[in-house]
């Protein structure tokens, strides 16, 4: 069974850091592009950032770009969001989830509160 | 970026009443490699998204078939032949096309 689970979330102030962590388990992890999605509370659902299986490529939405970081480690299973200078506008849900030109699977979501 | 929009954005409907929701693309979203990425995802209160149907009409496993997809090129269908009680929720399209993927504004359907 293939299962995402996101960790790292929290309260930071603006202008902190965040690390994001998803373990995933179920597939073969280093065959697999992943990604991050976010939802801001009682809103819609934006990409954030990928990475290829061998974390050759990245990607990040332009929202985020300079500001986040997404990485891999395929020997731990794991995909990392490493997230700086939070604003009030990255509060959200974030998930990860394996791509296949789009999204079957996606974890539960760690939540990011970024307030004084 | 490819731009999706959704229409309508609130849908109530009766119990055992079919149900459609319209997702236009601003480009087409026919790749390159002959497929069109084209995804559905339902979010019920509370839930992770869930993917119903990809590649425009393939639906996932394990998605009723009361569930189905159509469309090409920039104009593309969801469609729900008998709503029932556990179809609440907010569906979304989802273009895997182009990069960025990009995803529609949400439509909330709830039960009249």
């Known amino acids: 069974e293939v299962q995402l689970v996101e960790s790292g979330g929290g309260l930071v102030q603006p202008g902190g850091s965040l690390r994001l962590s998803c373990a995933a388990s179920?597939?073969?992890?280093?065959?697999?592009?992943m990604s991050w999605v976010r939802q801001a509370p009682g809103k819609g659902l934006e990409w954030v950032a990928n990475?290829?299986?061998?974390?050759?490529?990245?990607y990040h939405a332009e929202s985020v770009k300079g500001r986040f970081t997404i990485s891999r480690d395929n020997a731990k299973n794991s995909l990392y969001l490493e997230m700086n200078s939070l604003r009030a506008e990255d509060t959200a849900v974030y998930y990860c989830?394996?791509?296949?030109?789009?999204?079957?699977?996606w974890g539960q979501g760690t939540l990011v509160t970024v307030s004084s | 970026d490819v731009v999706m929009t959704q229409s309508p954005l609130s849908l109530p409907v009766t119990l055992g009443q079919p149900a459609s929701i319209s997702c236009r693309s601003s480009?087409?979203?026919?790749?390159?490699?002959?497929?069109?990425?084209l995804n559905w995802f339902q979010q019920r209160p509370g839930q992770s998204p869930r993917r119903l149907i990809n590649?425009?009409?393939n639906r996932d496993s394990g998605v009723p078939d009361r569930f189905s997809g159509s469309g090409s090129g920039t104009d593309f269908t969801l469609k729900i032949s008998r709503v029932e009680a556990e179809d609440v929720g907010v569906y979304y399209c989802?273009?895997?096309?182009?990069?960025?993927?990009?995803f529609g504004q949400g439509t909330k359907l709830e039960i009249k």
């Open positions: 480009q087409s979203l026919v790749h390159g490699d002959g497929n069109t990425y």
């Open positions: 989830a394996r791509e296949d030109w789009g999204f079957e699977y």
């Open positions: 990475i290829k299986e061998d974390g050759s490529e990245k």
């Open positions: 590649k425009v009409s």
């Open positions: 179920g597939f073969t992890f280093r065959n697999y592009w």
């Open positions: 989802m273009q895997g096309t182009h990069g960025p993927f990009t």
